[in-house]
């Protein structure tokens, strides 16, 4: 079976546009994360859904920012105006079982987001 | 606030050395501690994970040291190969949460 995949993997924008990053979690899997990785730093946690519902979006840093899973699979991160600090690699993960049970974490590849 | 530091941020050892990346943490809360591995490109991977209950696991090279009163976890690559190449991060999740706090990661080259 695949992994986690995500596209595009590269996506250059320029300021004050829109973008919109997509993720496919691993069949089945119950949750899926978002990170933003800055360059030479850990991942940060975004946001979490568990199923469709997305029960933690303490991390994203503003109002430009807002995901959705509406079928309980695939994730879009959605980036509204966006600026030069947004530039970053957006990582997302998913796993298959939900909170207070622990199971593997697994990342995709990320999409690396340049904003000129 | 940075839930999970990590140190050093690179680190050169020549083949066959030991390679050791340490973390340590503040909120007691946590109950897992894995170490992921990330080659360029490519998203995290987990490598070995310990619980808070245990003071060592080891697989194969690889070996998390975990001291609960100090609040600090160690991982130990033993006879590292360039293979072993990569960035690594320590990471620390909690339960209830389901939400995985990274350290900032470590630049491992190991020299042939």
């Known amino acids: 079976g695949a992994g986690v995949s995500q596209s595009p993997r590269y996506k250059v924008a320029k300021r004050g546009q829109d973008v919109a990053l997509r993720c496919d979690p691993i069949?089945?899997?119950?949750?899926l994360f978002w990170y933003q990785q800055a360059l030479g730093q850990g991942p940060e946690f975004l946001t979490y859904?568990?199923?469709?519902?997305?029960?933690?979006k303490s991390g994203l840093p503003s109002d430009r920012f807002f995901a959705e899973r509406p079928e309980g699979s695939v994730s879009t991160l959605k980036i509204q105006r966006t600026q030069q600090e947004d530039s970053a690699v957006y990582l997302c993960?998913?796993?298959?079982?939900?909170?207070?049970?622990?199971?593997?974490?697994?990342f995709g590849p990320g999409t690396r987001l340049t904003v000129l | 606030q940075q839930q999970v530091k990590q140190s050093p941020q690179s680190l050169i050892v020549q083949k066959g050395g030991i390679s050791i990346i340490n973390c340590a943490y503040e909120n007691t809360a946590f109950d897992y501690f894995p170490w992921y591995q990330q080659f360029p490109g490519k998203g995290p991977a987990l490598l070995i994970a310990?619980?808070?209950?245990?003071s060592e696991k080891k697989e194969g090279r690889f070996t998390i040291s975990f001291n609960k009163s100090a609040k600090q976890f160690s991982l130990h690559i033993m006879d590292s190969q360039p293979g072993d190449s990569a960035t690594y991060f320590c990471a620390a999740y909690i339960y209830n949460f389901n939400k995985f706090y990274f350290g900032s990661g470590t630049k491992l080259n190991v020299k042939p």
């Open positions: 859904f568990q199923n469709e519902a997305q029960l933690d």
């Open positions: 069949s089945g899997h119950v949750s």
């Open positions: 993960a998913s796993s298959l079982r939900d909170r207070g049970q622990l199971s593997e974490q697994f």
């Open positions: 310990i619980r808070p209950d245990v």
